[in-house]
């Protein structure tokens, strides 16, 4: 794996932590790291050795959003055609790298998410927050739209009406309310944060390869299609699960009452 300008990578045993790296600006998305992001989930997503990827923030925020700063540019305002472009080539990117790649991604935030960070959060998998975290939709509060997925993503977790009052009102969204409306799998004490979100990743890296990747697809599958078609593709996957060498292994195993290690394949 390359070292990259704006995050921190890091492998252990199958489990793989992507940190976005700029600190003393909350962790704020420059281009530079929105361009890191999108290299770096490639590289994962084909790493055969990493089954889930932790996607989190040095120091004390996840992502305090797009990087308004560098967006604005010398002459002060955000040049619409541009942003246009940059969301389209460089932040979509990079958020269907994470909803679409095969691996497992684990939202840990760890402190605020605003803006476009939020989208990339929501767009994993699983979400695990610190107590003391949030979520924050700010957009409204400077004339502009919630971007990069989030009408999509936040409709599909809360429905029309919560996710539209959670844009417009702009909420800080707490980890407690959070885990309650369903935005958040598990809330972990600050203090024990790091070793808490390892060891929820290790726990779902030792489960079936197979199993992960390709419920992941039926649920992504599912959200567009219809019952029958879901069914379908639902039947599709099964074959290519119960054709594997892990399923009539992992079988024996249970019945003999003996773990199995699982081979992915």
């Excluded at 790649?101 to 929501?122: E, L, Q, R």
């Excluded at 779902?204 to 197979?210: E, F, K």
Aim: charge should be negative; glycine fraction near 8%; aromatic fraction near 8%.
């Amino acid at each position: 794996m390359p070292e990259f300008e704006t995050l921190n990578v890091s492998c252990n045993g199958a489990v793989a932590r992507v940190a976005f790296n700029r600190p003393a600006s909350l962790n704020a998305m420059n281009g530079q790291m929105r361009r890191d992001l999108f290299a770096a989930a490639r590289e994962l997503n084909l790493d055969e050795s990493i089954r889930v990827v932790v996607l989190t923030g040095e120091g004390r925020a996840f992502g305090a959003g797009a990087d308004l700063a560098e967006d604005a540019g010398s002459g002060g305002l955000m040049v619409g055609a541009q942003t246009r472009d940059d969301l389209i080539h460089e932040f979509k990117p990079g958020v269907l790298a994470i909803a679409e790649g095969p691996k497992v991604w684990v939202a840990a935030v760890n402190g605020p998410c605003a803006g476009i960070s939020y989208s990339y959060a929501m767009a994993c998998d699983l979400v695990v927050m610190a107590e003391d975290a949030y979520l924050y939709q700010p957009f409204s509060a400077i004339g502009l739209i919630p971007d990069g997925g989030s009408t999509w993503l936040l409709q599909k977790l809360l429905g029309s009406r919560r996710a539209y009052e959670l844009m417009v009102l702009g909420e800080k969204l707490g980890a407690d309310k959070a885990l309650d409306w369903g935005l958040a799998n598990r809330v972990f004490a600050k203090d024990s944060f790091a070793d808490d979100v390892q060891s929820f990743a290790e726990d779902l890296a030792a489960r079936s390869p197979l199993a992960l990747r390709y419920t992941k697809e039926a649920l992504r599958f599912a959200v567009t299609a219809s019952l029958g078609d879901t069914i379908t593709r639902e039947a599709q996957l099964q074959e290519v699960c119960i054709s594997s060498e892990d399923c009539p292994n992992a079988v024996a195993a249970f019945f003999e009452k003996k773990p199995y290690a699982w081979k992915g394949k």
